[in-house]
């Protein structure tokens, strides 16, 4: 249908007398990249050295650089017109962020040449001043059209509310949007405010056609959900270019999430693109758009391209990241554990389900705190970010799974209490929201079909070899990170009516280790502890 619809908008021009002058784009785009500056294996987490030499390993920025340079130069070299974008989300996920706080990934966006990028909710994890520090080290525009950060004296004028490229002898306007929960998913601060994304978007693509720009592409890191609704209700935008969601969409693999591009029919008849490219520099989204003189789209095609070992990797970027790679390689190599099998620590299961990471880890919090009266663990599975594969088990895999150096924090909290954390962690399960509760101590089921606020039905707590009913008057120990017990991730609850709380506890990568040391070797498991009706 939309493929119709502008072959009949081409046809009306033709017939008013209009002259055309098409003008082909093609887009070459990622998003949440979370610092796989190095390849990644099967499991989204750090390939070993082994199985990258076996081919067995996908993305790291020296293939991604290969690739996006060799695009480009092509397009270029046909006479055509290219943009490389960056959905937001670069920061966080490996040993090179922990070390270098977005220093290295900076460097190689700069070293690649992107010409634009998005702020992503993790850009914030280390506050105003880790965004800043970026900031300082990039010469492309970074924007984000629903942020206002005018009262914060590190980033004011320095976070656009849209961009105008210029491409091919055309101006290309980029907008944008972040998701408003940043202020519970990361650290933005009281300076940093938010407006809603629509409203914010619609108001830079009004600035923007007020300056003559009639095409507009927004580049957004909100989740694809919202990203259809901005396709659908944002007048003036010609294509969405996605993250946060980190959806996989493909228009040539049948195991895609969705197609690539996702289209969105408007109420006037008019057919948005909707585009994302999973996550971690596996993939590289080429959007491939065709517009007449008067900035109306015609065309949109192209595909996600996997980044695996068919490509070569850059030399010189490359030799690169192995000497920035030198001060920690000792520490990631160091083997720590033991795994009998692969254990499964994937997005789309802990975030919505029991998973066997959320299982491990929050046993890990509990079995280091127990003998301190503590009787539940409640980890977000969005704090999970790789998988472990069976065999021996590096520092480095242990960092990729738990990244955000989060520390232990036990508090005391009612029964009531503890149902209203998990009817937040529930609340947002059909998004894909890293609030999901992976569990230790307790037993809950819930229906992801009833009404927020009231999905949480049955919950049982551990009493000695039983599981007994929650009582809503009770006081109980709970653990928790430092990030969920100050409000992250909607649980305001533990900031407010936490009793007795102490968020200096271990680094929570070092309990799991301790755990799997003296569970070795780990045998990965689901015992029935989360319930989905």
Request: negative net charge; hydrophobic residues 45%.
């Amino acid at each position: 249908m939309p493929m119709r619809l502008f072959a009949s908008v081409a046809a009306l021009a033709l017939m008013s007398g209009a002259a055309l002058a098409d003008f082909k784009l093609d887009v070459l785009h990622i998003n949440d990249f979370h610092s796989r500056i190095e390849p990644i294996n099967a499991f989204d987490s750090t390939c070993s050295a082994a199985d990258d030499a076996a081919g067995k390993c996908f993305g790291g920025i020296a293939r991604l650089a290969t690739r996006i340079n060799g695009l480009r130069d092509a397009i270029r070299a046909a006479g055509g017109s290219v943009l490389v974008l960056n959905a937001g989300d670069v920061f966080q996920g490996s040993l090179f962020y922990t070390t270098y706080k977005g220093a290295a990934e900076a460097e190689f966006m700069e070293l690649i040449g992107f010409d634009a990028m998005a702020v992503g909710n993790h850009e914030f994890d280390d506050g105003p001043d880790g965004l800043a520090g970026f900031l300082d080290r990039v010469s492309f525009p970074v924007v984000s059209s629903n942020l206002d950060v005018s009262r914060d004296n590190r980033l004011a004028g320095r976070v656009a509310k849209h961009a105008v490229l210029e491409v091919g002898g055309r101006r290309v306007g980029i907008v944008s949007a972040l998701t408003v929960d940043t202020i519970e998913i990361a650290s933005p601060g009281p300076t940093v405010t938010f407006q809603d994304e629509i409203d914010g978007l619609k108001a830079a693509v009004a600035e923007l056609e007020g300056e003559g720009v009639n095409i507009i592409l927004a580049l957004t890191h909100v989740g694809l959900p919202r990203d259809l609704e901005i396709a659908a209700m944002v007048p003036g935008i010609d294509a969405v270019i996605g993250g946060h969601s980190h959806t996989y969409l493909s228009s040539s693999d049948p195991k895609r999430r969705g197609a690539y591009p996702t289209w969105v029919t408007r109420p006037d008849g008019t057919a948005v693109p909707v585009v994302q490219a999973y996550a971690y520099g596996k993939y590289l989204g080429h959007l491939q758009l065709e517009f007449d003189a008067a900035g109306t789209l015609l065309h949109a095609g192209g595909d996600a391209l996997l980044i695996d070992a068919s490509v070569a990797p850059d030399p010189a970027v490359a030799a690169r990241v192995a000497a920035l790679a030198g001060p920690i390689d000792e520490m990631k190599a160091r083997v720590v554990a033991e795994a009998a099998e692969a254990i499964d620590g994937s997005r789309e299961n802990c975030r919505a389900r029991e998973c066997q990471m959320g299982n491990l880890v929050a046993d890990a919090m509990l079995a280091r705190t127990r003998a301190q009266g503590i009787q539940i663990a409640i980890q977000n599975g969005g704090g999970l970010r790789a998988s472990i594969p069976a065999g021996a088990v590096t520092m480095g895999q242990i960092l990729a799974v738990l990244p955000f150096q989060n520390t232990l924090a036990t508090f005391q909290l009612s029964g009531a209490g503890i149902r209203a954390a998990l009817e937040n962690g529930v609340s947002d399960v059909e998004g894909g929201a890293g609030r999901f509760p992976q569990v230790a101590g307790l037993r809950f089921a819930f229906d992801p079909a009833a009404p927020k606020g009231a999905r949480v039905g049955e919950v049982t707590v551990q009493e000695g070899d039983a599981f007994v009913p929650l009582d809503p008057e009770k006081i109980y120990g709970v653990v928790s990170n430092n990030f969920l017990r100050a409000g992250g991730d909607g649980y305001r609850i533990f900031a407010t009516e936490a009793l007795n709380a102490y968020d200096y506890g271990p680094d929570l990568a070092d309990v799991l280790v301790e755990h799997m040391v003296a569970h070795a070797p780990v045998r990965p498991y689901l015992d029935g502890r989360i319930a989905v009706k």
